[in-house]
């Protein structure tokens, strides 16, 4: 199961780990599986909302750290993340796991968070992302794994109370190798004090309430970010209304990277109000970036600072991949794309307020706002130069009725940027769709695919989807 051979490995302490070390992709799907699970069954929940959760399950404090798996297998253990990453060798986790494996039969998966032991203060995912680059025995030996739940085990686990019963059988704490503290939920008053003990005191980022119909609560502070406004986008029924917006942050070269979207930004006349403040300062931008209806945003100068309130924020997707977004540089007139980096995208955003106070800079706007969040540290070197997308299709129609004309485009690119990054796709097909006569003049639609014959198979669809009698290919 485990491949020791694996060229992307490198040491930590005495130990090693393994990029792709879990070569079973039985295995690895049923690690994603899980995490894609857990990931789906969260519900965000502020402090003042206690009251509206079901009390009928157990109540854990939300350690900061990334998910991983504890394998025990015979006289043998490690430790493997969703994307198949392995943790082995001489290591303190390890080492404890392998006194389980030496008690009990049969092949036994864990889920727990990694994270690491901090003095003075609650451990957070950058400290163990810091832990596992480090080559020193120090640093590794800081790497704790909590347990939360059994994936697998010898004997019949019929409900979470009976894998939490097992855990406790397995698990004698240790430093390095423990079990999430979990008790049963005993009232609303009960769920409030020890957010109070544990939360609001500093001790840990939140609380899960894991209730037995099988959704996870997730109490947590909300958090406000400041960021720049770099887009917009308008209602389809109200082209004067700002429908989202595009938020970036500033880091301390100045390059601007996108940190998501938002479309809780108030009224209407919340909405027309920052329309008139954007459509004033709209700005040429190399970069494409489409919204989740497929529509693009128009790109602006940066300089209206906002202040979002979140519920959360997330690095990685829920099959275990990090996310990454574009950083750009503003030249004074335009955005020009600079390279990927890593991010931790809005849960729930919503605009609170324009920050006339604030500055678009790297002091006001800064991304150190999310650093607490990232399991990854920006890679300082950029690509200074991508290469450019070939056209390799271009089809226009036009029609003309009552001494209107319309006309809708097809366009396929090659993007030529696999080889810089996975993170851009191979192919773009893009659709514009304009009639003066309607009460939205101009409609696009954005699709990515991989090669070229899917992009030309899209590119087919949409073309049989919108081209009727009457329309005449130029």
């Known amino acids: 199961m485990i491949s020791q051979s694996v060229p992307a490995s490198r040491k930590i302490g005495k130990g090693r780990i393994i990029e792709l070390g879990l070569t079973d992709l039985a295995v690895r799907s049923q690690l994603a599986a899980y995490k894609a699970r857990i990931a789906g069954s969260y519900r965000a929940v502020l402090p003042e909302d206690i009251e509206n959760i079901p009390v009928d399950g157990w109540l854990s404090p939300k350690i900061d750290g990334e998910l991983w798996f504890l394998f025990i297998d015979g006289h043998s253990a490690w430790l493997a993340n969703a994307r198949g990453t392995t943790i082995t060798g001489d290591v303190a986790i390890i080492n404890e796991a392998i006194k389980i494996a030496a008690i009990f039969d049969g092949k036994i998966i864990l889920a727990g968070e ?12 950058g400290d163990v992302a810091a832990a596992l680059k480090s080559q020193e025995i120090e640093a590794i030996d800081k790497i704790a794994f909590s347990a939360f739940d059994i994936l697998q085990a010898p004997g019949e686990q019929t409900g979470y109370s009976d894998r939490l019963d097992q855990l406790n059988d397995l698990i004698k704490a240790s430093n390095n190798l423990k079990i999430v503290d979990t008790r049963a939920a005993q009232s609303h008053f009960h769920i409030k004090k020890v957010y109070e003990d544990l939360v609001s005191s500093g001790l840990y980022e939140g609380l899960i ?3 037995r119909d099988g959704m996870i609560y997730k109490i947590k502070p909300s958090h406000t970010i400041d960021a720049v406004v770099l887009g917009y986008t308008v209602k389809s029924d109200a082209p004067d209304r700002v429908r ?23 009224s209407d006349g919340e909405r027309k109000a920052l329309f008139d403040s954007l459509q004033g300062i709209i700005a040429a931008s190399n970069h494409r970036y489409a919204s989740e209806t497929g529509g693009l945003y128009i790109f602006v100068k940066p300089e209206i600072v906002v202040e979002i309130r979140v519920s959360d924020l997330q690095a990685e997707k829920s099959d275990g991949t990090p996310i990454n977004t574009m950083s750009l540089l503003f030249d004074g007139r335009s955005w020009s794309s600079i390279k990927q980096n890593p991010n931790a995208s809005p849960i729930h955003p919503v605009l609170v307020r324009i920050r006339h106070d604030k500055s678009a800079d790297s002091v006001d ?11 990854a540290s920006p890679d300082n070197e950029a690509i200074s130069v991508l290469p ?42 893009h659709w514009t769709d304009y009639s003066s006569g309607r009460g939205t003049p101009l ?17 087919d669809t949409i073309i049989a989807e919108n081209i009727k009698k009457g329309w005449e290919k130029r």
């Open 443 to 459: 409609d696009r639609e954005v699709r990515l695919a991989m090669n070229e014959e899917t992009a030309f198979h899209i590119a």
């Open 388 to 429: 450019k997308s070939d056209l390799i299709r271009r089809e226009v129609w036009t029609k003309e009725s009552k001494g209107k004309l319309a006309v809708r485009k097809l366009l396929v690119w090659r993007t030529n940027k696999s080889s810089v990054s996975s993170l851009y796709p191979e192919y773009v097909i």
């Open 365 to 375: 706007v800064r991304i150190a706002q999310i650093a607490d969040w990232l399991s």
């Open 209 to 211: 309430i894991r209730s």
């Open 244 to 266: 989202s917006i595009l938020l970036g942050l500033i880091h301390p070269d100045q390059s601007v990277q996108i940190w998501g979207a938002c479309g809780n930004i108030g």
């Open 114 to 125: 990694l994270h690491a032991n901090v003095d003075g203060r609650r451990c957070r995912v």
